[in-house]
DNA sequence: TGAAAAGTTGTTAGCGCTCACAGTTTGCTT
DNA sequence: AAGCAAACTGTGAGCGCTAACAACTTTTCA
């Protein structure tokens, strides 16, 4: 079926070199060329550049399936990615797989919209079959996490978005102090009534930004009240911020910049100007925030470093090293408009 | 007193199951096995169950590696996506992969930052060795697609935001008519003087949306001009908007949405205001479009549609079909109030 | 100088599966 | 009841590679 019409005028395909044939015009036997291939000792010095100068030409690559059938071992990782096309995670998604890459590394995706336990499952099970070394998790749903934790996989899982899970690895800025930094903010601003707009409940991240701004208010004998529950998204923020209970705040601090964006928008149509009625400020920086009117005043998370985090903790599980020691960086204020001096509360 | 065959508590990992176990099981030979794994014809119901029982019980599971070895088929698609994380190419990427695993297709996704043709090229490589059965491409960089397409693979490729390539899988929407329609509608309201802010050079689909804007108004007598070449980013927007000249223009045709919210911005900075002082309409319909100030006009692409649609043309390429036909989708003019009728131009 | 040690290379046996084909049973015809 | 086709099932040979170890060289040092 492979076989299709237009064959007869390809040339035949050359068969792939495999190791014996490398080894026939290298003149030595197949297991030298696979030490040679694998860069193992004791192979004499003339006798490696003459294999590698028939690898070279006739083009050899080693067969990774036949490897993994022998080895078990395949180079290659599971990525498991639920939720949809926010900023965050798929730009993590993108700079693990960059990593992985630089690090040659194949990683098999998959991507899901839903976040079901079933599904999940599935693809833990196809990682498996494939022989993937190691599994990554990036996911805002907490439960996704821990479904594949609690498959007691026998090789390494990293996740972002982190509980607290013993003898789970997991890498990701900190949101717990970013968020308590955003509130510093503010407070240092003058504000005293500074609410919260939430993120999703089963998102450990936001569920550390919100327990972050409640620790610093309390910290501080300020009060906390929640204006909402939304989903990352502008419309969520738009929504709550068409509907909240404005009075006795001055400013809110948002679970993510896309949130704060739906929710000035509406706080302009209730014909508030931001920051001189309501401060906002919002998390992740994302690359619209400088632009937005008012530029929005955020806390800079590098996903970047987090992705290629990720990778390096995963691939150093995967060498045995299982120590606990996870890198966790603290994402960065970024002044901009969208805070200002408290006004005088009515 | 003794315990169940099915021992929960190994210590050993116990080794996977191989087709030899369930044969012995079963009591049948490892070939008759293989025939009910793979679902051919010719076996005895009564044999056939006996099989899946044994299969059940050993939670056999075939072996990829051993497979992909004596058949040189994979079940397997490579990936390849560039640049960046921006809402387009991220979602198309996160659909098709969402597509493949509904599919029970497993893929490598290779991402990169850069795009020049050794990494490419490397990837290709790569997923060549790792026995693809296909190979899809999505990138901004028209490059990208050329290097693929110039290494003659055997296996099917299919490419977003195609250029004319003979021959080559192409899937996309309709950029150019989505561009003139934005024009159009500008047209309609009023406008004459309509400036295009193009997207990169080397991107297809940029230069398709400024083929159909420019074509748009010839089509109207009208006269073009471009007032920037930006990289996708608010950043370039606004870098654009801060210096170009604006004379003669009530209404600028930005080519992504990124690049408008830049732009807006730096109108505002110079004291104007949109869609009073200028209308302007973007491209994508990114989520946040709908809640910046004011609300983008813009033209949307269903991403969904096309990473599923970039996945069901490549797995019928690899069944052997080569029909031409591409499924192709016609964006969508989403009307906000960042357009608006012209005014009199000073 | 000679033997052990170290360095180098080759041989053999699978890894788990499918393919080609050989062998056996069953069903149907005459 | 014989005979033959069709339906089933089994056997053996690899796919391309690595692991284990055997065998052969060269070096080292008493």
Request: net charge negative; hydrophobic share 40%.
């Amino acid at each position: 079926m492979s076989l299709d019409k237009v064959d007869y005028v390809t040339e035949e395909a050359p068969r792939q070199a495999t190791i014996f044939d490398v080894a026939r015009l290298a003149g030595v036997s197949h297991q030298t060329v696979s030490r040679v291939v694998n860069d193992l000792p004791n192979v004499r010095s003339s006798t490696r550049v003459r294999v590698e100068e028939a690898i070279k030409k006739l083009r050899y690559v080693p067969s990774p399936a036949a490897r993994a059938l022998v080895t078990r071992r395949s180079r290659t990782i599971g990525l498991i990615a639920t939720g949809g096309p926010e900023y965050g995670p798929s730009s993590t998604v993108l700079y693990f797989n960059a990593a992985a890459r630089d690090a040659r590394w194949s990683v098999f995706t998959a991507n899901m919209t839903d976040s079901d336990p079933g599904s999940i499952r599935g693809a833990v099970e196809a990682f498996l079959r494939q022989n993937v070394e190691g599994i990554a998790v990036i996911s805002g749903h907490e439960g996704s996490v821990d479904v594949v934790a609690g498959m007691e996989l026998t090789i390494p899982l990293v996740a972002l978005e982190a509980t607290p899970h013993t003898g789970l690895a997991t890498v990701g800025a900190d949101q717990y102090n970013g968020a308590r930094n955003a509130v510093r903010h503010l407070i240092a601003l003058g504000h005293r009534g500074i609410a919260h707009l939430a993120g999703p409940a089963d998102s450990v991240d936001a569920r550390e930004r919100e327990r972050g701004w409640r620790d610093e208010l309390g910290a501080n004998d300020l009060s906390a009240r929640v204006i909402g529950v939304g989903d990352w998204s502008p419309s969520s923020g738009h929504r709550f911020g068409e509907a909240c209970d404005l009075t006795g705040l001055t400013a809110i601090f948002a679970a993510n910049d896309q949130m704060s964006i739906g929710l000035i928008h509406a706080l302009n149509e209730r014909g508030l100007t931001v920051p001189h009625d309501m401060s906002i400020i919002g998390f992740d920086d994302i690359p619209e925030a400088a632009y937005v009117s008012p530029p929005l005043t955020t806390v800079r998370q590098d996903f970047e470093t987090i992705g290629r985090d990720m990778l390096s903790t995963l691939l150093s599980r995967i060498d045995g090293d299982r120590s606990t020691e996870l890198p966790q960086s603290l994402p960065e204020l970024i002044e901009r408009s969208s805070t200002g001096p408290a006004t005088n509360v009515d």
